[in-house]
Nanobody
């Protein structure tokens, strides 16, 4: 069973940077698209950033200009670079991907806490 493995979460001060990484547990697994979602306590899960198979990207309004999503097709991994973070960015961040057969996969989530 393939799963996504996330890393890079933690505690950061407002205005700082953090980089989240996501990788498939099997190197032979090919990802079609990749995205990052987040869920804060008491709130619905929301899309943070998405990168399509042609590397087209789009971002949630609240992170546009601060966060960058990218992927490495050679090793089926991706990352989310978070700059100028704010306390409202505090949430559990989830990696999401679609296989070539459009089957969805989720990571286990990684906690990001931004202190003011």
């Amino acid at each position: 069973q393939v799963h996504l493995v996330e890393s890079g979460g933690g505690l950061v001060q407002a205005g700082g940077s953090l980089r989240l990484s996501c990788a498939a547990s099997e190197s032979t697994f090919v990802l079609s698209t990749m995205a990052w979602y987040r869920q804060a306590p008491g709130k619905q899960r929301e899309l943070v950033a998405h990168i399509a198979s042609d590397d087209t990207t789009n971002y949630g309004a609240s992170v546009k200009g601060r966060f960058t999503i990218a992927r490495n097709k050679s090793n089926n991994s991706g990352y989310l670079q978070m700059n100028n973070v704010k306390p409202e960015d505090t949430a559990v961040y989830y990696c999401h991907a679609l296989s070539l057969a459009l089957r969805p996969y989720w990571g286990q989530g990684t906690q990001v806490t931004v202190s003011s």
